[in-house]
């Protein structure tokens, strides 16, 4: 099992920035694939943005983030972490790390997940 805490979220303001960090612990070798997904109030959880764990290669963003999210990973400090720019109040959501063991935009296919950090972006 991999154990995974987010922090970084908070408030922000429209245009602004936030970067979220995901930090694992625990059999991380057997994650193939981590990944973004995020959950607004009354709606499904949807995925963010997707990478390959030892490669770095990113397989997915959502529409709705391309060109504003960016997703990376440091392995030597088995951190994940999530680039947000030009922040929309849409944005607003709680964000969760995933790790598994396939490269997917569909949770179920994730084994393990933090806890969730709350993002708000104001108009």
């Known amino acids: 099992q991999v154990q995974l805490v987010e922090s970084g979220g908070g408030l922000v303001q429209a245009g602004g920035s936030l970067r979220l960090s995901c930090a694992a612990s625990g059999r991380t070798f057997t994650s193939y694939a981590m990944a973004w997904f995020r959950q607004a109030p009354g709606k499904g959880r949807e995925c963010v943005a997707v990478i390959i764990r030892w490669s770095g290669r990113t397989t997915d963003y959502a529409d709705s983030v391309k060109g504003r999210f960016t997703i990376s990973i440091d392995n030597a400090k088995k951190n994940l972490y999530l680039q947000m720019n030009s922040l929309k109040p849409e944005d607003t959501a709680v964000y969760y790390c995933?790790?598994?063991?396939?490269?997917?935009?569909?949770?179920?296919?994730?084994?393990?997940w933090g806890q969730g950090t709350q993002v708000t972006v104001s108009s």
């Open positions: 995933a790790a598994g063991r396939l490269s997917s935009t569909i949770s179920t296919e994730y084994d393990d």
